[in-house]
């Protein structure tokens, strides 16, 4: 039946509706390819993350066969694709974990969670993999579960770096063990310290694990050594380094001496959080130093001992040479010249005359010979007028024999050191002018001596060709024996010898010795 014709606008509105009708499909249209076009550019970031990742990514169905692996697992493993898809995950597990492995398997797929485990896969050549996996099971629409998907990651290198670090820690504590250092850490806020195990050593304590603890160190320092133990602590927290011996209390009862140094340890903002350090067992240290120092003492004494013997037996040679050879040498010159006038000249041949006129020479020389070595044993001015005296006197000697000049200042010591002390002391002076004149090929050299603050100072200075101070420890023992000699001398008193020289510059020696 013909229908009813439509008016012109109502072809019009019915075009326009088609119109928008055709325009919405268009646009669906257009938007579910958008749609599968951002699905598809999803997939494809997606599968490429999984497919470059450096992870193991595999999935296993509901009877733990594989289901898919990426390419890192076929790197990882040496096994291809088709060498896995379709067996059991088992099948690269490590024989003494795949009875572990399956019961996580089951716990998992009965929804229980399973936290990351490590394991070892079987590479295809044999080796050994550590991984470290992280495996969640999947489940379908309804909750069931179809399977797991795992990732893994290959900590071969971590395990290595691993070794190492516990090798490293092994290390350290050995040589903590051998060199009886232990350190420290203390934290400002919780007010618990951390100690290393020979720390726990060093005080007599059982080590305990390396967790924070409550120390409570006035229990183990010595009560004397308290006050410095805190200067040293608030050294440290006004940022400042520290270094203190203490003596520590071992339960035992025991006494150790330990030196301790330490720092402050800062945040990000630049505040103090706490301290670090380290504590040395020194008691052998000290115990050494104690018995040197004894021992120094000791050889201070015998050595000045053995320099008053030697002034004794100096003194008791020069005595014999005049009482007996100066004075048998005066009788025999007095002989000789009564046997001269006795016998008369005329009476004498020419050779008697000679002989006799040797004789007297001889005499003559032997007695200076005699009066110049009882000189050296001991100076005629020391024991009457002292130090400076004799330095004066044996000055003159020197510049007479020698040719060089010598100036001298100094004034008498009121009141007169001690004999052993201007022995010594004169003795000093001696052996450097006699290495001057050896060495130096000084033209002048002067002599100064002064006290200052309960202390003689003799300075001795020349203008010679000078040497190389750092080359004295390599000299031959023979020839630096007149430095050695100086050196203990000095020392010997309490006081302290000192040499500068720069080539073409001269010497200058300083004696220094408490009064």
Same mark, same amino acid.
């Given at each position: 039946?013909?229908?009813?014709?439509?008016?012109?606008?109502?072809?019009?509105?019915?075009?326009?509706?088609?119109?928008?009708?055709?325009?919405?499909?268009?646009?669906?249209?257009?938007?579910?390819?958008?749609?599968?076009?951002?699905?598809?550019?999803?997939?494809?970031?997606?599968?490429?993350?999984?497919?470059?990742?450096?992870?193991?990514?595999?999935? /296993?169905?509901?009877?733990?066969?594989?289901?898919?692996?990426?390419?890192?697992?076929?790197?990882?493993?040496?096994?291809?694709?088709?060498?896995?898809?379709?067996?059991?995950?088992?099948?690269? /597990?490590?024989?003494? =974990?795949?009875?572990?492995?399956?019961?996580?398997?089951?716990?998992?797929?009965?929804?229980?969670?399973?936290?990351?485990?490590?394991?070892?896969?079987?590479? +295809?050549?044999?080796?050994?993999?550590?991984?470290?996996?992280? @495996?969640?099971? &999947?489940?379908?629409?309804?909750?069931? $579960?179809?399977?797991?998907?795992?990732?893994?990651?290959?900590?071969?290198?971590?395990?290595?770096?691993?070794?190492?670090?516990?090798?490293?820690?092994?290390?350290?504590?050995?040589? %903590?063990?051998?060199?009886?250092?232990? *350190?420290?850490?203390?934290?400002?806020?919780?007010?618990?310290? @951390?100690?290393?195990?020979?720390?726990?050593?060093?005080?007599?304590?059982?080590?305990?694990? #390396?967790? $924070?603890?409550?120390?409570?160190?006035?229990?183990?320092?010595?009560?004397?050594?308290?006050?410095?133990?805190?200067?040293?602590?608030?050294?440290?927290?006004?940022?400042?380094?520290?270094?203190?011996?203490?003596?520590?209390?071992?339960?035992?009862?025991?006494?150790?001496?330990?030196?301790?140094?330490?720092?402050?340890?800062?945040?990000?903002?630049?505040?103090?959080?706490?301290?670090?350090?380290?504590?040395?067992? =020194?008691?052998?240290? @000290?115990?050494?130093?104690?018995?040197? +120092?004894?021992?120094?003492?000791?050889?201070?004494?015998?050595?000045?001992?053995?320099?008053?013997?030697?002034?004794?037996?100096?003194?008791?040679?020069?005595?014999?040479?005049?009482?007996?050879?100066?004075?048998?040498?005066? /009788? =025999?010159?007095?002989?000789?010249?009564?046997?001269?006038?006795?016998?008369?000249?005329?009476?004498?041949?020419?050779?008697?005359?000679?002989?006799?006129?040797?004789?007297?020479?001889?005499?003559?020389?032997?007695?200076?010979?005699?009066?110049?070595?009882?000189?050296?044993?001991?100076?005629?001015?020391?024991?009457?007028?002292?130090?400076?005296?004799?330095?004066?006197?044996?000055?003159?000697?020197?510049?007479?024999?020698?040719?060089?000049?010598?100036?001298?200042?100094?004034?008498?010591?009121? $009141?007169?050191?001690?004999?052993?002390?201007? *022995?010594?002391?004169?003795?000093? /002076?001696?052996?450097?002018?006699?290495? !001057? #004149?050896?060495?130096?090929?000084?033209?002048?050299? %002067?002599?100064?001596?002064?006290?200052?603050?309960?202390?003689?100072? !003799?300075?001795?200075?020349?203008?010679?060709?000078?040497?190389?101070?750092?080359?004295?420890?390599?000299?031959?023992?023979? &020839?630096?024996?007149?430095?050695? *000699?100086?050196?203990?001398?000095?020392?010997?008193?309490?006081?302290?010898?000192?040499?500068?020289?720069? !080539?073409?510059?001269?010497?200058?020696? *300083?004696?220094? @010795?408490?009064?």
């Amino acid at each position: 039946m013909p229908g009813k014709k439509k008016t012109k606008q109502e072809l019009m509105d019915e075009v326009s509706s088609l119109r928008r009708i055709i325009a919405e499909s268009e646009r669906i249209e257009i938007d579910r390819l958008k749609d599968a076009d951002e699905l598809r550019r999803s997939e494809e970031k997606y599968r490429n993350l999984v497919e470059l990742t450096l992870d193991l990514i595999f999935m /296993v169905d509901r009877k733990g066969k594989y289901t898919y692996v990426n390419p890192r697992f076929e790197n990882v493993t040496g096994y291809s694709v088709d060498d896995l898809i379709g067996r059991p995950f088992i099948y690269l /597990v490590a024989p003494e =974990v795949i009875k572990s492995t399956i019961d996580r398997f089951k716990k998992g797929m009965r929804g229980e969670d399973t936290p990351p485990y490590e394991a070892e896969l079987i590479h +295809k050549n044999g080796n050994r993999i550590p991984v470290e996996f992280l @495996v969640t099971t &999947q489940y379908d629409n309804h909750g069931d $579960p179809t399977g797991r998907l795992g990732i893994g990651r290959d900590i071969t290198e971590r395990r290595k770096a691993d070794r190492a670090l516990r090798q490293l820690a092994a290390d350290l504590a050995k040589a %903590q063990f051998l060199a009886h250092i232990g *350190n420290w850490r203390y934290d400002i806020e919780t007010k618990l310290s @951390v100690w290393s195990e020979e720390m726990y050593r060093i005080f007599g304590l059982d080590p305990m694990p #390396s967790a $924070p603890s409550r120390i409570h160190h006035k229990s183990y320092i010595h009560s004397d050594d308290w006050s410095r133990y805190e200067e040293s602590v608030r050294s440290a927290l006004a940022g400042k380094q520290f270094e203190v011996e203490l003596r520590i209390l071992r339960p035992d009862g025991s006494v150790r001496h330990v030196f301790t140094r330490g720092e402050a340890e800062f945040d990000q903002r630049g505040r103090i959080k706490g301290l670090f350090g380290t504590a040395q067992d =020194v008691t052998e240290r @000290v115990s050494a130093e104690k018995t040197l +120092k004894a021992q120094s003492e000791q050889l201070r004494i015998l050595s000045a001992k053995l320099s008053e013997a030697e002034e004794t037996e100096r003194k008791r040679i020069a005595r014999e040479l005049h009482d007996q050879v100066g004075q048998n040498l005066t /009788v =025999v010159g007095i002989n000789l010249n009564i046997l001269r006038s006795a016998i008369g000249e005329d009476s004498l041949t020419t050779h008697h005359n000679c002989l006799l006129n040797d004789s007297m020479l001889l005499v003559e020389q032997t007695s200076e010979f005699t009066r110049s070595l009882m000189e050296d044993l001991r100076p005629p001015d020391m024991d009457d007028y002292g130090l400076i005296a004799a330095i004066q006197w044996y000055s003159k000697r020197f510049s007479m024999r020698t040719g060089i000049e010598v100036i001298m200042k100094g004034d008498e010591i009121h $009141p007169r050191p001690s004999t052993y002390i201007e *022995n010594n002391l004169f003795r000093i /002076v001696q052996e450097a002018l006699t290495n !001057i #004149s050896k060495h130096s090929q000084a033209k002048i050299i %002067q002599i100064r001596i002064n006290i200052a603050d309960r202390k003689l100072r !003799i300075r001795i200075d020349d203008d010679g060709i000078g040497f190389d101070t750092g080359k004295l420890h390599g000299l031959p023992e023979h &020839q630096g024996l007149g430095l050695m *000699n100086m050196t203990e001398r000095a020392e010997s008193m309490g006081g302290h010898f000192s040499i500068k020289s720069r !080539i073409g510059k001269g010497t200058e020696i *300083n004696v220094e @010795v408490p009064l």
